[in-house]
């Protein structure tokens, strides 16, 4: 084998070595919003729905309609953020794009007892009838800290439609309203 030979065998051996490291660290490093995006699912009068943002056994935000208020609320581990204070608060509707971060104001707490979206006919509230926009949410997986948000439209005093939802799925790392992953895309040159 002459020294020639022996130098490619080295380096083809170090390549190798690296296509398998970059192979294990390469999910690790890298983190990712999930987005569940289902069929729009409408909450109207007496009805509610829980969405699970991260599809685990604790569901994360409950949604209900009575009478003439439409509720968002934090279920256990879970907050949102929004105005208000111990009694009543009323979640956000953030735009796209807005922070959603351990700086961000985190009023609706599980030990609030209302979490208001549209109270008495858009008389208290930030989500009037007609309105769209994100819920910022900061919920807990296995023990950690995750930010998400969800993606709802207020039709109107005692309806809402939900239309998606997502998260970060590093613990304790922001995520921007409306975040949604990013998808490769493919191509040919004719
Ligand atoms: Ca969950």
Redesign the pocket.
Known sequence: MSPRDTDIRFRLQAYSALGVAFLLTAPAANGAVQHTDPADIPVGPGESFNV?????????VLFRVSSNNVYGSPLTGASLTGSGGATFCYPYQLSSGASISPGATWTCTTAVTFHSLNYGSSSFGNWPSGTSGYIGVR?D?AGETHYGWVHLQMTSNNSLVITDWAYEDVPDTPIAAGTVPVELMSFSID
């Open positions: 699970n943002l991260d599809g685990n056994a604790t569901n994360d919920f997986i």
